[in-house]
Structure formats: structure tokens, C-alpha cells
């Protein structure tokens, strides 16, 4: 769809694993931006008219032969440049400069002496604490630039072009390890750029609504809805532009958390007047994973039978000439990144119902950061709880029960779940952890409830801390919350007698369990 605002920063993708970061940090501050690989040309540069651009670090040597490159017209076309990191060191090294090993590889905290009058440094103190990684340096900034920063170990840690307005960092200002890194950010944006504040959720809505009844014209629209955010705001946003025009599918794969299946047409069909269809496919789902045990196949079953009934659903409905998927920018990013340095993390297997149903797709949230998706369904109306809720795997209960998935087991997690999420709430923990669920183990203790023995199931309870789920780190929870879950979980669900809690952050392990 291509709904932006008129002012925009370019940043082109080196490889850093922080490149999103930076993306982020420039939304956060109200300002639309996007990320390309760093190969995309000069011609795309100049067709996407940037007010300002950015290059990213990376993990290359600039002196090395098969370092990625830019063409040095980059600096030429009268818009500011910040370079961080290998970004700066490439400026350097294009525009004369030079570049070479540091003596030792700086990573981690430094001290930054910084110059009040550089640009990027206004307002802040001369004394900064930075995050490095780099295992080159600055030797000779090229003519024109001055240097305006430096630590112990980078004698020149900052540089600026005043006339050309082009600087370069040798630290990360976009990491949390940067404290000042996000005012850094804004002083580019603000005092170099001269951009203004103007990307908001209402303007999107605005823009998204307009552009959308325009490519749509007469035609419906079809939208697959699970109940979670990015679904959901999909749908609300794509109703918002042409109403009964939409209609939206609900594969009701049995594999949901308990009382899900009734809350999602509740929600869409009753309070906000959304054309939903229920498709109950449990026991399609169900016979298909019986006796299979290994995640990867589960995924394997559980996908093609979603597209499978959703195209046969669909088929149903006349004049359907678009698709619409919730679609996220990092989809997009981590999708194009075999023309840059990253590596392609996942796919989606909606990703092909377009091409099975050779329907045009419409995916008005892919210029949008999950954060940015939730704002945008407070914007649009929908209930806090679910705009805020946890992340629910698209596999649903499978990859939470290891092993083989039958209804018995469904019956005992959905109720050990429910009492997670229900504590979690009533205690204020909910908001404050990026997701918590139950795993239900194949593995079974002996206990003694009353005066009896008992042989049943392992649940473990898995909660997190996370921002975007690229990395997280297990939840400290008050023990009396882990003891009171624990307690309800083996007094009111009948089939487990012991419970344990995961103590495990990512990396080395994973969020989910399979």
C-alpha cells in the first residue's frame, strides 16, 4: 500500500542485528522510516526521496575485499547522512578517509567525550556512556569532517561534515545500552532534518482508509481471523474503509485456549458488526495430528490444513478479488532480506493463500512495528485486553503440548492456562510480562493428593520479559504468585499433580517450547 508520510529517513541495512532497533527508535519519535539492504541502488535511493538517511552497522570489515558498498553519490544528494558504526566507517573510507584494526576489539560500555557543538551532541553533557562493537577504527577522518567524539580506545568516535551535514558514530545510539542514544536520535531527526512529529496512528488510519476504498473500489475483501491483535486490527482497519465489503473467515482449528473460539465471534460479529464466518474444523485438525508427536510435523499438518479449508471457505463467497493479511514490517524486512546481509528468519504459511486463491493481497499493517500495531487498535477502538494480549502461536495448544495432541490433554492445558493468565491478571502481572502459558509435558510424577497416590501429569509455567520476542529473558515472578498458580493448577485440574517453572531465556532456548 505504500501509506507514508511526506517526510521520511531512508536507512539502508549493513547486517547490524540492531538495524530494526534504529527503525524503532525513529518511529517511536513520530517519524516514518524504512529499511532497505544496502545494494538497493541509487535509483531506488533517489525515487524514495528521503529527508535524511541512515546506514546502519554491520558485522564487515570496510577494508575487506568483499565488504557490502555504497555508491559514494550517496553523500551527493544534498540530504543529511548519519553513518553508525560500519556505516561510519564505509563514509570514511569512500570519501578518503581511513580506516584500520583497533588495537583491541571494543565492545560493551564506553566512555564518550563528546562535543557540545557537534549537532548530534546538543543539549547533552561532554561525559556519555555508549555501547561499542567494532573491531575497526577511525586512523584519518576525510577532508572537511571534523571530530567531535572519542573514547580510550577510538580516538575519533564521532565525525561531522557541517557544510554537507554529514555525520558518523562510532557507538550504537539506537541499544538501551545508550541512554542518551534516543536525544542523539532526535537531534538528527530535528535540529539536521528539520522533520516535524507528523507520524501518527490517527494519520495512518486517515491515509490507510483512503487508499484502501480507492484499490478496493466495488469489490470484496476477504480476511482470515484468528483473534489475535494483528488479525484483529487488520480487520478493523480494512472494515473501517468499506464495511460489509469485508468478510472474514474464522478456521476454528480446536486448538485454542479456553472460551477463545466464543470471545472471537462475540467481538467481531456482535459489538463490532464485522461479517464473520466459523468454520469448526476441530476434528479435521484433531484426526490429522493423532499419534504424530514431533513439533516440526505438527506445523507441517497443522498449516496446509488451515489453507486447505480456508480456500474451500472462501470459494463460497462471490466477487472476492483481494486477500487481507496482517502482515508486519518485520515480515517485510526479514522477506527481502536475500537481497541484503541478513538472513531470512521464518515464513508464513499465509504468505502463499494469494497465489492458491490468485487473489491480489492487501496488507495495511506491513510498514508497522508490533507496538505501532497495538496503538493502532486503540486508535481504532479495541478493548485494551485485547490489543495488549499475549502472543499466541499460530499452531495454537499444539506446540504446547508435547507429544501427542488429543482432546483429553487440550482439556487439561486450556484449564491449567486459564488459571495462569487469571492469576496473572488479578495480581497485575499480566500487562507487565510479553507472554505467559502452560506447557503441558509427556512426562508423569507420582504424588499423593489426600491419602491416596497419584501418577499424572508435569505442567511447567513459561512467562517472559521481552520487547519484540527477538530475545527475552524469563519473568521473575513473586514466588507467592508461582505458588498460588501452583496451588489452584493441582486443586482444580484434574490430571496434574506436579508443577514447575522455566527458568530458561532466549537465547539458548526459545519462547515456545516446540
Same mark, same amino acid.
Given at each position: 500500500?505504500?501509506?507514508?508520510?511526506?517526510?521520511?529517513?531512508?536507512? @539502508?541495512?549493513? *547486517?547490524?542485528?540492531?538495524?530494526?532497533?534504529?527503525?524503532?527508535?525513529?518511529?517511536?519519535?513520530?517519524?516514518? $522510516?524504512?529499511? !532497505? &539492504?544496502?545494494? +538497493?541502488?541509487?535509483?531506488?535511493?533517489?525515487?524514495? %526521496?528521503?529527508?535524511?538517511?541512515?546506514?546502519?552497522?554491520?558485522?564487515?570489515?570496510?577494508?575487506?575485499?568483499?565488504? =557490502?558498498?555504497?555508491?559514494?553519490?550517496?553523500?551527493?544528494?544534498?540530504?543529511?547522512?548519519?553513518?553508525? $558504526?560500519?556505516?561510519?566507517?564505509?563514509?570514511? !573510507?569512500?570519501?578518503?578517509?581511513?580506516?584500520?584494526?583497533?588495537?583491541?576489539?571494543?565492545? *560493551?560500555?564506553?566512555?564518550?567525550?563528546? /562535543?557540545?557543538?557537534?549537532?548530534?551532541?546538543?543539549?547533552?553533557?561532554?561525559?556519555?556512556?555508549?555501547?561499542?562493537?567494532?573491531?575497526?577504527?577511525?586512523? %584519518?577522518?576525510?577532508?572537511?569532517?571534523?571530530?567531535?567524539?572519542?573514547?580510550?580506545?577510538?580516538?575519533?568516535?564521532?565525525?561531522?561534515?557541517?557544510?554537507?551535514?554529514?555525520?558518523?558514530?562510532?557507538?550504537?545510539?539506537?541499544?538501551?545500552?545508550? &541512554?542518551?542514544?534516543?536525544?542523539?536520535?532526535?537531534?538528527?531527526?530535528?535540529?539536521?532534518?528539520?522533520?516535524?512529529?507528523?507520524?501518527?496512528?490517527?494519520?495512518?488510519?486517515?491515509?490507510?482508509?483512503?487508499? +484502501?476504498?480507492?484499490?478496493?473500489?466495488?469489490?470484496?475483501? +476477504?480476511?482470515?481471523?484468528?483473534?489475535?491483535?494483528?488479525?484483529?486490527?487488520?480487520?478493523?482497519?480494512?472494515?473501517?474503509?468499506?464495511?460489509?465489503?469485508?468478510?472474514?473467515?474464522?478456521?476454528?482449528?480446536?486448538?485454542?485456549?479456553?472460551?477463545?473460539?466464543?470471545?472471537?465471534?462475540?467481538?467481531?460479529?456482535?459489538?463490532?458488526?464485522?461479517?464473520?464466518? /466459523?468454520?469448526?474444523?476441530?476434528?479435521?485438525? @484433531?484426526?490429522?495430528? %493423532?499419534?504424530?508427536?514431533?513439533?516440526?510435523?505438527?506445523?507441517?499438518?497443522?498449516?496446509?490444513?488451515?489453507?486447505?479449508?480456508?480456500?474451500?471457505?472462501?470459494?463460497?463467497?462471490?466477487?472476492?478479488?483481494?486477500?487481507?493479511?496482517?502482515?508486519?514490517?518485520?515480515?517485510?524486512?526479514?522477506?527481502?532480506? !536475500?537481497?541484503?546481509?541478513?538472513?531470512?528468519?521464518?515464513?508464513?504459511?499465509?504468505?502463499?493463500?494469494?497465489?492458491?486463491? !490468485?487473489?491480489?493481497?492487501?496488507?495495511?499493517?506491513?510498514?508497522?512495528? %508490533?507496538?505501532?500495531?497495538?496503538?493502532?487498535?486503540?486508535?481504532?477502538?479495541?478493548?485494551?485486553?485485547?490489543?495488549?494480549?499475549?502472543?499466541? =502461536?499460530?499452531?495454537?495448544?499444539?506446540?504446547?503440548?508435547?507429544?501427542?495432541?488429543?482432546?483429553?490433554?487440550?482439556?487439561?492445558?486450556?484449564?491449567?492456562?486459564?488459571?495462569?493468565?487469571?492469576?496473572?491478571?488479578?495480581?497485575?502481572?499480566?500487562? /507487565?510480562?510479553?507472554?505467559?502459558?502452560?506447557?503441558?509435558?509427556?512426562?508423569?510424577?507420582?504424588?499423593?493428593?489426600?491419602?491416596?497416590?497419584?501418577?499424572?501429569?508435569?505442567?511447567?509455567?513459561?512467562?517472559?520479559?521481552?520487547?519484540?520476542?527477538?530475545?527475552?529473558?524469563?519473568? /521473575?515472578? =513473586?514466588?507467592?504468585?508461582?505458588?498460588?498458580?501452583?496451588?489452584? +493448577?493441582?486443586?482444580?485440574?484434574?490430571?496434574?499433580?506436579?508443577?514447575?517453572?522455566?527458568?530458561?531465556?532466549?537465547?539458548?532456548?526459545?519462547?515456545?517450547?516446540?
Amino acid at each position: 500500500m505504500n501509506v507514508i508520510s511526506h517526510e521520511k529517513i531512508l536507512i @539502508l541495512d549493513f *547486517g547490524s542485528q540492531y538495524t530494526q532497533l534504529i527503525a524503532r527508535r525513529i518511529r517511536e519519535a513520530h517519524v516514518y $522510516c524504512e529499511i !532497505h &539492504p544496502f545494494n +538497493i541502488g541509487m535509483q531506488a535511493i533517489r525515487n524514495f %526521496k528521503p529527508d535524511g538517511i541512515i546506514l546502519s552497522g554491520g558485522p564487515s570489515y570496510v577494508t575487506e575485499p568483499d565488504a =557490502p558498498m555504497i555508491d559514494r553519490a550517496v553523500f551527493d544528494l544534498g540530504v543529511p547522512v548519519l553513518g553508525i $558504526c560500519y556505516g561510519m566507517q564505509l563514509m570514511v !573510507h569512500l570519501l578518503g578517509g581511513e580506516v584500520g584494526r583497533a588495537h583491541s576489539r571494543e565492545y *560493551g560500555y564506553a566512555k564518550l567525550s563528546a /562535543k557540545a557543538d557537534c549537532s548530534l551532541f546538543a543539549g547533552l553533557s561532554e561525559e556519555q556512556d555508549v555501547w561499542m562493537s567494532h573491531g575497526d577504527r577511525i586512523e %584519518k577522518a576525510p577532508e572537511g569532517f571534523t571530530p567531535m567524539a572519542s573514547t580510550d580506545n577510538a580516538p575519533v568516535a564521532g565525525i561531522q561534515h557541517a557544510a554537507k551535514q554529514i555525520f558518523g558514530i562510532q557507538f550504537h545510539p539506537e541499544v538501551a545500552h545508550t &541512554p542518551n542514544g534516543p536525544a542523539m536520535l532526535e537531534n538528527f531527526l530535528f535540529s539536521v532534518c528539520k522533520l516535524t512529529a507528523d507520524w501518527t496512528m490517527r494519520s495512518f488510519i486517515e491515509s490507510s482508509i483512503e487508499s +484502501i476504498r480507492k484499490r478496493v473500489g466495488d469489490a470484496n475483501v +476477504i480476511c482470515g481471523l484468528s483473534g489475535g491483535v494483528d488479525s484483529s486490527v487488520t480487520a478493523m482497519l480494512i472494515h473501517s474503509a468499506i464495511g460489509d465489503q469485508l468478510t472474514c473467515i474464522f478456521v476454528y482449528n480446536g486448538l485454542l485456549r479456553q472460551n477463545e473460539a466464543s470471545a472471537v465471534m462475540s467481538n467481531y460479529a456482535d459489538h463490532f458488526n464485522i461479517k464473520i464466518i /466459523k468454520v469448526d474444523a476441530a476434528n479435521l485438525f @484433531l484426526s490429522k495430528l %493423532k499419534g504424530i508427536t514431533d513439533p516440526q510435523q505438527k506445523r507441517k499438518i497443522i498449516g496446509p490444513a488451515f489453507v486447505d479449508v480456508f480456500i474451500a471457505e472462501t470459494k463460497k463467497i462471490k466477487n472476492v478479488k483481494f486477500l487481507a493479511q496482517g502482515t508486519l514490517y518485520p515480515d517485510v524486512i526479514e522477506s527481502v532480506s !536475500h537481497k541484503g546481509p541478513s538472513a531470512v528468519i521464518k515464513t508464513h504459511h499465509n504468505l502463499e493463500l494469494g497465489e492458491l486463491l !490468485h487473489l491480489d493481497l492487501i496488507e495495511p499493517l506491513r510498514e508497522l512495528f %508490533k507496538d505501532e500495531v497495538r496503538a493502532l487498535g486503540e486508535e481504532l477502538g479495541l478493548a485494551k485486553e485485547l490489543v495488549w494480549r499475549h502472543p499466541f =502461536p499460530g499452531p495454537g495448544l499444539a506446540i504446547r503440548i508435547l507429544g501427542e495432541v488429543t482432546e483429553d490433554r487440550l482439556s487439561i492445558l486450556r484449564k491449567a492456562d486459564a488459571i495462569i493468565l487469571d492469576e496473572l491478571k488479578k495480581n497485575g502481572w499480566y500487562d /507487565k510480562v510479553w507472554q505467559a502459558f502452560g506447557v503441558l509435558l509427556p512426562v508423569k510424577s507420582v504424588g499423593v493428593m489426600g491419602d491416596e497416590r497419584t501418577y499424572e501429569n508435569v505442567l511447567a509455567i513459561r512467562a517472559v520479559e521481552s520487547r519484540d520476542a527477538m530475545t527475552a529473558d524469563w519473568a /521473575k515472578l =513473586p514466588y507467592d504468585i508461582i505458588a498460588k498458580i501452583s496451588s489452584r +493448577i493441582i486443586s482444580e485440574t484434574r490430571g496434574i499433580n506436579r508443577v514447575v517453572y522455566d527458568v530458561t531465556s532466549k537465547p539458548p532456548g526459545t519462547i515456545e517450547w516446540e
